[in-house]
């Protein structure tokens, strides 16, 4: 598994990459903006992109879904908690103005719960359910690799201060679901850099 990092849009978040080595089968995680850069390097690599995954339905994160969808034929899936988000700027916070633009994305294909496995060549990631930050936030678990979206930060975790947002759930789903994984497990987030399990259970104050 490889994973390219593309930090994109006016909030800096993290599009990600993700792609078998041997098939060149993979999926976009989180292509929040600058759709155009994000599908030159697709195209780079001569990457078959099976889909489009959002960890949660965020204006930053989904604003490329529209435009990557439609030039690589690729599927959209998001939690099932979020997927109203995609098509209604009130909830995925575009009304603000704080992206520049309304963002409209296309409705999911895929509703996404927990559990659920995505595979792409000879890869996989399984969905966890991790809400706080948004209703149906998640994390993406796979080979030594953890895609947190804007559930965990390194040092840090994602905003509860939105009205469907939640303290008490976000801190919960992560003690009991991720900080129990392997702590060798690298972390991906939805912005900022990344960190390891081992670290964010040591010194991750919300976590403690």
């Known amino acids: 598994m490889k994973i390219i990092s593309l930090t994109v849009g006016p909030i800096m978040e993290n599009c990600y990459i993700i792609y078998d080595e ?6 976009i995680v989180d292509p929040g903006d600058e759709a155009d850069r994000i599908l030159k390097a697709v195209q780079k690599l001569n990457l078959t992109i099976k889909y489009i995954v959002n960890t949660h339905g965020h204006a930053d994160h989904i604003g490329a879904n529209k435009q990557l969808g439609e030039a690589l034929h690729a599927k959209l899936a998001i939690h099932a908690d979020d ?3 995609l098509t ?3 909830l995925n916070l575009s009304i603000s103005g704080y992206m520049g633009r309304v963002i409209i994305s296309q409705p999911a294909d895929i509703l996404l719960h927990e559990n659920d496995i995505i595979s792409f060549g000879n890869c996989q990631f399984k969905v966890i359910h991790t809400p706080g930050h948004t209703p149906g936030g998640i994390c993406l678990v796979g080979e030594n690799i953890v895609v947190s ?5 390194a040092g840090s975790i994602g905003r509860t201060d939105f009205p469907t947002g939640s303290m008490t759930d976000l801190v919960s789903s992560l003690k009991t679901k991720i900080l129990t994984l392997d702590p060798k497990m690298h972390v991906f987030p939805g912005h900022g850099g990344p960190s390891v399990i081992e670290w964010e259970k040591q010194n991750n104050p919300y976590l403690a």
């Open 22 to 27: 041997q098939s060149l089968e993979g999926i």
């Open 149 to 153: 979206g804007d559930s965990l930060f």
């Open 88 to 90: 209604d700027p009130q």
């Open 83 to 85: 997927v109203a988000m």
